[in-house]
């Protein structure tokens, strides 16, 4: 066997009378008098092939073994299909067996499941319509990533996954130590910890260590020696969050580019979510119709709407007046200063402007600390995404490049110079105008699959008190 073979979507294309092979996992078989339908997947697209299997082509003892679940492969030929909505199916001549699967057992059932049921099975539900459809276009909005800033001249660099420094300044943080040990206790399975010591030179890396919250601070410095760079890799959060939009493990796509204000770092956005979401419209249209039918109605209007439809642009400033005038009342009341609510970004992207909005000029006390300080002294140069459905959907900002301002700014908060010694130097060493923003991969999923849950756009989640598989 090669990985060079013929995968279902192919056979679609092939001319009634070829011969051929199908390989798959079986969905469902019906028998009739005479004849078996078999629906037979793997994954290539979303239609199923339909299978012929005519009466005593297969020895009776395997076509019982051929049941929902099964991995088989079979030999035959593509006939036109008689039956509505399909243009051929596969006459099978022979079968291979490769692996059966109990149907008394098989976690799998045609009928209906609940997506908190098959969480439990991740492992197989791949195999489901509604999975496989999400891994596809998960794919395809990786390869749309990668196509788009190397078309436009990025570099793609790697940033390092533990980290001794916090990007955001917010504390959430994975530690990474070999200092506690495990040792087995009265109970079997359950494993009690111990801590060799307390002394952070004694542990692996001789200081305290993390796992990465974002690779912003490492990817600006190849900025400030390559141009334009992107990072695309897992980040980590230590939020005790358990929300339908919230991780502990995600996937972000981090853009940095130096000789950059934050109109070019807006501008680079709005290209980029067009652009990419324009790409899975004309790659993944099965798989997104079936979203539009089945998960969220109206999600190819919305998406289409917002490839060809101009950002608007407000500040933060601008956006409070608008929402404190507009007569909504909101869980979480609204006044200047206070951090925007999901509710409130959804109110300006689908009640009040109708479009996507990128907010800018935020007050400094709910941003980061590398943000670059504008002139009135309570605003700093970040911009935020805002997407009708999902709300925020990129966060970014120009980067602050003046070194006495940003070393003020990490001792104002509390926060200790040190470790930002080596991002320190790249104000003391050449410093630029720069300018990058962060996407959270697994929201863009969520956006344009309609899906609700961000622990369904990602195969395996983690999330507190859950790290299966």
């Known amino acids: 066997m090669d990985y060079r073979r013929t995968y279902v979507r192919d056979l679609f294309n092939l001319a009634p009378g070829t011969e051929a092979s199908a390989y798959g996992w079986v969905k469902t078989r ?6 078996s339908f078999i629906q ?4 290539s697209c979303f239609k199923d092939l339909q299978v012929i299997v005519n009466d005593g082509v297969i020895a009776p003892d395997t076509l019982k073994q051929i049941t929902t679940g099964a991995c ?12 509505a909505g399909q243009a051929v199916e596969f006459e099978a001549a022979g079968v291979e067996l490769y692996g059966a699967a109990d149907p008394a057992i098989y976690p799998l059932q045609k009928k209906g499941a609940s997506f908190e049921y098959l969480r439990d099975i991740a492992h197989l539900r791949v195999r489901g319509n509604t999975f496989g459809a999400v891994y596809r276009i998960r794919n395809r909005a990786a390869f749309a990533t990668h196509s788009f800033f190397q078309k436009r001249g990025f570099h793609y660099i790697n940033t390092p996954i533990i980290t001794a420094s916090d990007a955001e300044g917010a504390g959430a943080m994975f530690a990474v130590s070999t200092l506690l040990e495990a040792h087995e206790s009265k109970e079997p399975g359950k494993p009690t910890f111990h801590l060799k010591s307390a002394d952070p030179s004694e542990d692996f890396f001789g200081k305290p260590a993390y796992l990465t919250v974002s690779g912003q601070l490492e990817a600006e410095t190849l900025a400030m020696g390559m141009t334009n760079v992107y990072t695309f890799g897992p980040t980590f959060r230590a939020e005790n969050s358990s929300t339908s939009r919230h991780l502990a493990e995600f996937w972000m796509i981090e853009p940095e580019m130096a000789f950059c204000d934050l109109a070019g770092d807006m501008n680079l956005a709005e290209e980029f979510l067009k652009e990419v979401i324009g790409d899975i419209i004309d790659n993944c249209g099965d798989d997104l119709a079936f979203f539009n039918q089945r998960i969220e109605p109206q999600l190819l209007e919305t998406l289409n709407h917002v490839v060809s439809s101009p950002f608007e642009r407000l500040t933060y400033t601008e956006a409070i007046k608008l929402l404190e005038q507009g007569g909504e009342k909101f869980e979480y009341p609204v006044s200047w200063g206070v951090d925007l609510q999901s509710e409130h970004e959804r109110w300006l992207t689908e009640v009040k402007i109708g479009r996507p909005i990128i907010l800018t000029d935020y007050p400094k006390e709910i941003k980061a600390f590398y943000m670059r300080a504008n002139e009135d002294g309570k605003t700093v140069r970040a911009m935020d995404v805002l997407a009708p459905r999902i709300g925020e959907i990129i966060g970014g900002s120009q980067r602050e490049e003046r070194l006495d301002v940003l070393e003020a700014r990490i001792t104002e908060l509390g926060l200790p110079l040190e470790p930002y010694w080596w991002y320190l130097d790249l104000r003391r060493f050449g410093s630029a105008p720069h300018a990058g923003f962060g996407l959270g991969f697994e929201r863009l999923l969520l956006y344009v699959t309609g899906m609700k849950n961000i622990r369904d756009v990602i195969p395996y989640h983690r999330t507190p008190g859950h790290a299966e598989f």
């Open 40 to 43: 037979l997947s793997d994954g």
């Open 30 to 35: 019906r028998d009739s008098k005479g004849i």
């Open 72 to 83: 088989v492969r079979f030999d035959g030929k593509i006939v036109e299909s008689p039956a």
